[in-house]
């Protein structure tokens, strides 16, 4: 497709339970992000891939989350033991770009994931 | 460290009307600046940037934002808005070579 691609749109997770979400980006696109968004809130940094690697893993709020892109195109976020707090909207953006800073950002809309 | 504010959460409007939604931001180094819009049931999409040059910019659907350093200010403005404009706003920030950093958001909501 043209646009950024996210699946599932909807997950609901009983507690404890790992879950996948995986962001096809635009093709080509260098630069991909994940972002978390709460209810109510803007989105927040996650981690930032540059083709395969793994350049800023920062925003990643602790040990159970993971994110890869081993090929340097589609992403997989993957949550461990999902708790409450994990309920949120993750969204995944592709840039053309190398350089984050500059460039716009193309989002999916969005894996809206509700944790029981 | 960067930091975003949008100082209202929500601004109804009717058709027609003008509107600004405001942003102020906070950063020791010099920045880059957004806006991003999410239409209902839509991805965000880019609105508009700032990142040198000419502190106005506009974009293509007749919004525009002033860049003013001495406020740190980076509000959105739009002389008349129309029914398909209600979504929400989000203002952002970025140094260089940083990632992005995002207010709350928005909420403009446009009555007929």
């Known amino acids: 497709g043209a646009g950024v691609s996210q699946s599932p749109r909807y997950k609901v997770a009983k507690r404890g339970q790992d879950v996948a979400l995986r962001c096809d980006p635009i093709?080509?696109?260098?630069?991909l992000f994940w972002y978390q968004q709460a209810l109510g809130q803007g989105p927040e940094f996650l981690t930032y891939f540059q083709n395969e690697a793994q350049l800023d893993k920062s925003g990643l709020p602790s040990d159970r989350f993971f994110a890869e892109r081993p090929e340097g195109s589609v992403s997989t976020l993957k949550i461990q033991r999902t708790q409450q707090e994990d309920s949120a909207v993750y969204l995944c953006?592709?840039?053309?770009?190398?350089?984050?800073?500059?460039?716009?950002?193309?989002f999916g809309e969005g894996s809206r994931l509700t944790v029981l | 460290a960067q930091s975003v504010t949008q100082l209202d959460s929500q601004v109804p409007v009717f058709e027609e009307a003008p509107v600004e939604l405001r942003c102020n931001y906070s950063?020791?180094?010099?920045?880059?600046l957004f806006w991003y819009v999410q239409y209902p049931n839509q991805g965000l999409q880019l609105l508009l940037k700032y990142l040198s040059g000419s502190t106005l910019v506009e974009s293509i659907n007749g919004f525009e934002a002033e860049f003013n350093k001495s406020q740190t200010s980076f509000h959105l403005r739009k002389p008349s808005v129309h029914i398909s404009d209600t979504a929400e706003y989000f203002c952002?920030?970025?140094?260089?070579?940083?990632?992005?950093?995002f207010g709350q958001g928005t909420t403009l909501q446009v009555k007929p």
């Open positions: 093709s080509g696109h260098v630069s």
């Open positions: 950063s020791s180094v010099s920045v880059y």
């Open positions: 953006a592709s840039s053309p770009s190398r350089d984050r800073g500059t460039g716009e950002l193309f």
């Open positions: 952002a920030v970025t140094p260089p070579t940083g990632k992005l950093i």
